[in-house]
């Protein structure tokens, strides 16, 4: 068993820049691919991003690419979101992933094991 717990999320200013992290517990994240998904008020949770659990392959939505890094340090155990130029249209509460098994990163949510807590992340115009 896998347990995921985001940080890092909050209220900022369209244009600024948050940094999610995922901690992961009662395994290491070595050989799990990591996602980040997101859900705003009264929206179906979507994908934003994910990484493979050698982090040599990450995808991104189309809506955040070149402004999104996803990124996993195994030796934290733990994941990160970089989130740069936020607009309004972010907010959302932010999920983390885990997928088992030396997989490659997806966009489909029902490939994921583990699922956090979640995180609020607002950007406000």
């Known amino acids: 068993q896998v347990q995921l717990e985001e940080s890092g999320g909050g209220l900022v200013q369209a244009g600024g820049s948050l940094r999610l992290s995922c901690v992961a517990s009662?395994?290491?994240?070595?050989?799990?691919?990591v996602g980040w998904f997101r859900q705003a008020p009264r929206k179906e949770r979507e994908f934003v991003a994910s990484?493979?659990?050698?982090?040599?392959?990450?995808r991104y939505a189309d809506s955040v690419k070149g402004r999104f890094t996803i990124s996993k340090d195994n030796a934290k155990n733990t994941a990160y979101l970089q989130m740069n130029s936020l607009k309004p249209d972010d907010t959302a509460v932010y999920y983390c992933a885990a997928r088992s098994g030396f997989r490659s990163p997806t966009s489909y949510q029902d490939d994921y094991d583990y699922w956090g807590q979640g995180t609020q992340v607002t950007a406000s115009s």
């Open positions: 990484i493979g659990w050698g982090s040599s392959s990450t």
């Open positions: 009662g395994h290491t994240l070595l050989s799990y691919a």
